[in-house]
């Protein structure tokens, strides 16, 4: 997983303003494990249990671009 994840990584530490990715290996919403990948700035940006944001479809593709153009 970490194999794939790294280029991912990199690409969203050169789309957003942070100090660094963070990542997180959990499976509770879904039945099996999955990576978060996360632009952070302090460990604490890695806390679930905050509300999820909701983006419209324009703020998402817009994201994936510029993911997608750093990779």
């Known amino acids: 997983m970490l194999v794939f994840a790294r280029p991912i990584a990199k ?5 957003f303003p942070c100090n660094r990715c963070g990542i997180s290996v959990i499976g509770l919403e879904v039945p ?3 990576m ?3 632009p952070i700035n302090y460990s604490d940006d890695l806390n679930f249990t905050r509300p999820k ?3 419209e479809k324009e703020e998402l593709e817009e994201i994936r671009s510029i993911l997608l153009a750093n990779l």
């Open 32 to 34: 099996h494990a999955h």
């Open 53 to 55: 944001l909701k983006l």
């Open 36 to 38: 978060h990948l996360l």
């Open 11 to 15: 690409a969203i530490e050169k789309s």
